[in-house]
């Protein structure tokens, strides 16, 4: 596996890169897990090369403790990376994505005023700032990102649509821990004690799924997710919302055939933990 820090490092490499060839690209912030693995063996399986990039984006953290602490663990992720035939690292410096500060601003619509956006101000124009940046650099045929970042999911598409970015974007479902726990980088912050009850989570998400399957309203449904993690001290509910998922707008009423998203966040701790699940009502 190459590694490079420099856009005139890609440059170069593109350069002698056959012209039939085709570029996959999974952009991530690193302290990897199997869930960046699948995107990056998906890659492989679409791709003539796949282009990993890692860069823990400052311009997307709204709290600074949050981007301080997020874990950092380079030497381990470009194993993990080359032991899944990765062929690219690109592991820019933060001098190098920002040389000067950036004074556009990207407004995404209603898109960025729920959910994450809602709760997390700026962050998603630092991810359309951030993911523009790296596809200009890294020329992709084929972007990989995960469902568990639903709404980012939607953002991307957005940003791919409206500045005509040619490339085809591909979206992996969630990888799960066998006890239901999305996979997530955040996830080695928890304690041992929180990392037994983050599985609640996932499980007061299928709960909610049966409620509302099964007739119950949004709002009762809303309600008994919370009560049900606030037994437990740790966790606190941030938001949790039944959304329609073509656009994330909450809905009040599920109707036959409707694609349905549940998304959620909560903190365990002072970890933030995020979470969606799905499904065709
Ligand atoms: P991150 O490093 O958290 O920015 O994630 C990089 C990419 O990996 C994003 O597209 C995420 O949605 C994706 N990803 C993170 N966790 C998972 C997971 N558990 N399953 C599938 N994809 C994931």
């Known amino acids: 596996m190459l590694l490079f820090t420099q856009p005139a490092e890609l440059k170069q490499y593109f350069r002698q890169l056959p012209p039939t060839a085709t570029i996959g690209f999974v952009p991530t912030m690193g302290a990897l897990h199997e869930g960046h693995l699948t995107l990056v063996r998906l890659a492989k ?11 823990v984006n400052p311009t997307q953290f ?37 040389p000067t500060p950036v004074r ?18 700026g962050h998603f124009n630092g991810v359309g700032l951030v993911v523009s940046k790296l596809f200009h650099l890294v020329k992709p045929d084929v972007a990989f990102f995960g469902q568990k970042d639903l709404q980012q999911c939607l953002i991307i598409k957005q940003l791919v649509r409206d500045y005509s970015f040619d490339l085809k974007l591909v979206i992996v479902p969630t990888m799960r821990e066998t006890d239901g726990l999305a996979m997530s980088s955040r996830n080695r912050r928890l304690t041992k004690a929180q990392r037994q009850l983050a599985p609640q989570l996932y499980k007061a998400l299928q709960t ?19 009560t049900y993690l606030h037994q437990w001290a740790a966790f606190r509910v941030e938001y949790f919302e039944v959304a329609n998922t ?16 549940l998304v959620t966040a909560v903190f365990l701790g002072e970890i933030r933990l995020i979470d969606n699940l799905v499904f065709t009502f």
């Open 45 to 55: 399986q679409q791709c003539t090369v796949v282009i990993c990039s890692i860069f």
């Open 62 to 98: 709204n709290n600074p403790e949050d981007l301080a602490k997020y874990p950092r663990t380079i030497e381990a992720d470009s194993q993990m990376l080359e032991s899944v035939g990765c062929d690219v690292l690109f592991l820019p410096e933060v001098t190098t994505m920002y």
């Open 104 to 121: 556009t601003t990207l407004d995404f619509g209603d898109l960025e005023k729920v959910l994450e956006g809602k709760f997390r101000a």
């Open 208 to 226: 909610a799924q049966t409620e509302l399957q099964n007739g119950q309203a949004v709002q009762t449904v809303q309600e008994n997710f919370t």
């Open 246 to 261: 073509l656009d994330l707008q909450s809905v009040m009423h599920c109707t036959h055939g409707q694609e349905i998203a």
